[in-house]
Nanobody
Framework: QVQLVESGGGLVQPGGSLRLSCKAS????????MGWYRQAPGKERELVAV???????KYLDSVKGRFTASRDNAKNTVYLQMNSLKPEDTAVYYC??????????????WGQGTQVTVSS
C-alpha cells in the first residue's frame, strides 16, 4: 500500500516562506512524476509545480520565480520551497505522485493535503 504524507504547511505573513515536503511510503520501485496542486475555497484544483524523475519541472505561471520544486528519488520525497508568498497563494496544497510502480501496479496517488495560509 502506497501512502503520501505531506508536511510543512501553516500560517505565514505576506512575503514569507514555507517549505512543503511529501514522502511516498510503501514498497515502491519508481515514481515518474511528483508534484503539487492546490485548491482554494470555491476554486478548482490547479497544478502548482511538478517534477519528473529526471528533474524536469513545470510551474504555474503565477508562481514562477517564487516557488521551486525538488525531489530526492532515493527517498521518494518531493519538496516545494515557497518564497515571497502572497495572500492569493492561500489554499490547501496536495501532493501527487504519478506513475508509481510497485510489484503489482502502476498508478497515481494523492496526499491528504496541507493548509497554507498567507495573511498578516
Amino acid at each position: 500500500q502506497v501512502q503520501l504524507v505531506e508536511s510543512g504547511g501553516g500560517l505565514v505573513q505576506p512575503g514569507g516562506s514555507l517549505r512543503l515536503s511529501c514522502k511516498a511510503s510503501g514498497v515502491i520501485l519508481s515514481i515518474d512524476v511528483m508534484g503539487w496542486y492546490r485548491q482554494a475555497p470555491g476554486k478548482e484544483r490547479e497544478l502548482v509545480a511538478v517534477i519528473t524523475s529526471g528533474g524536469s519541472t513545470k510551474y504555474l505561471d503565477s508562481v514562477k520565480g517564487r516557488f521551486t520544486a525538488s525531489r530526492d528519488n532515493a527517498k521518494n520525497t518531493v519538496y516545494l520551497q515557497m518564497n515571497s508568498l502572497k495572500p492569493e497563494d492561500t489554499a490547501v496544497y496536495y501532493c501527487k505522485a504519478e506513475g508509481v510502480r510497485t510489484m503489482m501496479t502502476k498508478q497515481a496517488y494523492w496526499g491528504q493535503g496541507t493548509q497554507v495560509t498567507v495573511s498578516s
